[in-house]
């Protein structure tokens, strides 16, 4: 099975910037992957994903010009650097398989455990 870890969230003051870090393993073939937030009280939203199998990263509009996703295959690791961070940004941060590679909920086939980061 595939297993997601996320870390690297925390507490920042606004206008800072934190890494998050999401090591997976367990799988055999290259995934589309991406990152997806819940902010409290809201349904998750997608922020950024990826296609492990090589394509153009794609950023939602709360993500964008913010935010950025990369990956390391040699690592398996996939990251988001978030920078500017407003305390709207204030969430639970998840790393997610996706198939297919879209940024609908639907599309998540699996997720990570979270990681809370919080903006003040």
């Known amino acids: 099975d595939v297993q997601l870890v996320e870390s690297g969230g925390g507490s920042v003051q606004a206008g800072g910037s934190l890494r998050l870090s999401c090591v997976a393993s367990?799988?055999?073939?290259?995934?589309?992957m991406g990152w997806f937030r819940r902010l409290p009280g809201q349904e998750r939203e997608g922020l950024a994903r990826?296609?492990?199998?090589?394509?153009?990263?794609y950023h939602a509009n709360a993500a964008k010009d913010r935010f950025t996703i990369s990956q390391d295959n040699a690592r398996h690791t996939l990251d988001l650097q978030m920078s500017s961070l407003t305390p709207e940004d204030t969430a639970a941060y998840y790393c997610?398989?996706?198939?297919?590679?879209?940024?609908?909920?639907?599309?998540?086939?699996?997720w990570g455990q979270g990681t809370q980061v919080t903006v003040s």
């Open positions: 367990g799988y055999t073939l290259p995934m589309n």
């Open positions: 990826i296609s492990l199998g090589g394509g153009r990263p």
């Open positions: 997610v398989v996706l198939n297919p590679c879209s940024l609908s909920l639907a599309s998540v086939t699996q």
